[in-house]
């Protein structure tokens, strides 16, 4: 299967009537996997839908083939990238890495100010997520929302968050954060700029070695000269004698 076989697009009202399939599989998928997601319902799924917060993988035949949704926290300054899952028919191709790049960039363009965030327990999530730029974070690092950790109450792993006070659990967690993202930017080329004066004032360096070097010869050239007539001024005079 090629990833060309798929489109991932922003849901809408179109796909409502794959909400019950994606929360049955995502509950399926946690079941399997031995770790907790927090649930989310059919009606939960088709409010991301019409607010235009989700985006859906379909395959050329209308298939559905995975989803994923943005959920705001802090008043928007942090935003999820939550219930990342692809048909298990259609795992391994590829096509987690198209949805959740599709989603991080509706993220951006709905929320540009703000930090964007995952937890997971998926070794393949950890690693798209640092293709994006997620770096690791503790969890004091995260949206201190109270609703957003009371959606971890129905994840079978929520008593040991509790038990170690939120500061961390099962799952890891990654952080996007825009404002270092453009202070990494700035660096970058501030470095580049430093390294292109520099390139430039090595070879003004070695330009005026050269022209030093050719002024020495040219020195030399001329004492030379002054030399050789000098010589023959003599020998003419010598002559004639």
Known sequence: MKESEFVVIPATEHHIKYAEQICDEMAESAKARGTGIAKRTPDYITQKMLEGKAVIAL????????????????HGTFVA????????????????????????????EKYPEAKIFGLTTGL???????????????????????????????????????????K???????LWDPEEKAKEIEQKMKEAEEQKNKTAEEHLNKVSR?????ERIEEKLRNSLKMVVGISALFVKLLQN
């Not at 395959?59 to 802090?74: L, P």
């Not at 690693?127 to 969890?139: A, D, F, Q, R, W």
């Not at 961390?168 to 990654?174: D, L, Q, R």
């Open 124 to 166: 393949a999530v950890m690693k798209i997520n640092s293709e994006l730029g997620y770096e690791p974070v503790t969890y004091s690092e995260l949206s201190q929302d109270e609703d957003f950790w009371k959606g971890c109450q129905s994840c079978v792993n929520y008593d040991i968050l509790m038990s170690k006070d939120r």
């Open 210 to 214: 050269k022209q030093t070097l050719l």
């Open 81 to 108: 990238n939550s219930g990342l899952i692809v048909n298990p028919q259609f795992r391994n191709k590829g096509l987690a890495k198209m949805i959740k790049r599709t989603v991080f960039e509706l993220s951006r």
């Open 59 to 74: 395959q050329q035949d209308g298939t559905w083939a995975g989803f994923c949704y943005i959920e705001t926290w802090s």
């Open 168 to 174: 961390n659990c099962m799952c890891t967690a990654m």
